[in-house]
C-alpha cells in the first residue's frame, strides 16, 4: 500500500552541485509547505545528517493541522556520491494517521552538454487499507506540489551556487 510522485528536471550547474544541494542543503528553501502542510522551518539532532546512517530531525512551523515543534526523523539510507541517495522519514505523527512513513530518492545523471538530469521521487507507505485513499489523496494533491515547489528552491540553490549547511 504505497503511493509515488515523481517529478523531473534539468539543472544547469556541476552534477557535484546538483547531487549536493538537496541533501546538504538549507532544506528550509525546499519544504516549504503547502495547504495543510506548513514549512520546516529548521533541524535539530543533524549532527550526523549528510553520512548514511545520518539523521536529523524536522521542525515545523505548525498550523491548525501539525503543532509546532519536531516532527518526524530523516534517515540516510544510501548514498552513491554524484549519482544517488536515498532516505526515510518516520514518526510522522498523529495528523499523517494515514502512512506509517515516506521514503525519498535522489537520481543526478550528466548529459553531457553542461546540464544534470535530475529526478525526484517520493513514496508514502500506507498504515492500512482503510487510510489508503487518504494516503492516496495527499501525495497526488498536496505532496505532488510541495515536491514541484522544492524541486525550484533546489535548482536556484544549486545554479547558484549557494552555500551549504552540512558538509559530509
Not at 96 to 118: P, R
Not at 132 to 148: A, C, D, E, G, Y
Amino acid at each position: 500500500m504505497k503511493v509515488t510522485n515523481t517529478i523531473t528536471d534539468t539543472f544547469k550547474c556541476s552534477l557535484e552541485r546538483a547531487f549536493r544541494t538537496p541533501l546538504h542543503g538549507d532544506a528550509t528553501k525546499i519544504l516549504t509547505g503547502y495547504g495543510p502542510v506548513p514549512p520546516v522551518i529548521g533541524f535539530t539532532k543533524d549532527e550526523t545528517w549528510g553520512i548514511v546512517g545520518g539523521s536529523r530531525v524536522p521542525i515545523m512551523k505548525g498550523n491548525f493541522m501539525v503543532k509546532e515543534g519536531e516532527f518526524g526523523y530523516d534517515e540516510i539510507f544510501e548514498k552513491k556520491p554524484n549519482e544517488y541517495w536515498r532516505w526515510g522519514v518516520t514518526q510522522l505523527g498523529s495528523s499523517m494517521f494515514f502512512a506509517k512513513m515516506a521514503q525519498g530518492e535522489w537520481w543526478c545523471t550528466d548529459t553531457g552538454n553542461g546540464t544534470i538530469s535530475v529526478k525526484w521521487t517520493y513514496t508514502y507507505f500506507g498504515r492500512n487499507v482503510f487510510t489508503q485513499p487518504v494516503n492516496w489523496l495527499f501525495v497526488r494533491l498536496i505532496w505532488s506540489t510541495i515536491m514541484k515547489n522544492g524541486i525550484k528552491g533546489i535548482k536556484q540553490m544549486a545554479e547558484k551556487e549557494e552555500p551549504y549547511i552540512y558538509d559530509r
